[in-house]
Nanobody
Framework: QVQLVESGGGLVQNGGSLRLSCAAS????????MGWFRQAPGKEREFVAS????????DYGNSVKGRFTVSRHDAKNTMYLQMNSLKPEDTAVYYC?????????????????WGQGTQVTVSS
């Protein structure tokens, strides 16, 4: 069992930056694909980014490509999401997730473990 805890969310102005962290405990996430998703009020959970088991491959949702960067530090059992050029439409609860897989994954149903989420609010 893997427990995931997100941190780093908050209120930021349009055009600002935030870095989210996802800390794993209970079991190492080494060898697992990891992902970030977000969910705004009244909307479905949306794919943001994925990073494979090695950290060598990444994938991004179209709405964040070029602005967000996902990375992982397995020795610290932590994954990060650097978010730059934030927009009001990025406002959502951000969730990290772990999949019992090694390749990139984009879909909610492909992930096995989820954190509780951290709120990101971008003011205009």
């Amino acid at each position: 069992q893997v427990q995931l805890v997100e941190s780093g969310g908050g209120l930021v102005q349009n055009g600002g930056s935030l870095r989210l962290s996802c800390a794993a405990s209970g079991r190492s996430f080494t060898g697992h694909t990891m992902g970030w998703f977000r969910q705004a009020p009244g909307k479905e959970r949306e794919f943001v980014a994925s990073i494979d088991w090695s950290g060598g491959s990444t994938d991004y949702g179209n709405s964040v490509k070029g602005r967000f960067t996902v990375s992982r530090h397995d020795a610290k059992n932590t994954m990060y999401l650097q978010m730059n050029s934030l927009k009001p439409e990025d406002t959502a609860v951000y969730y990290c997730a772990a999949a019992q897989a090694m390749a990139l994954r984009r879909h909610v149903y492909e992930y096995d473990y989820w954190g509780q989420g951290t709120q990101v609010t971008v003011s205009s």
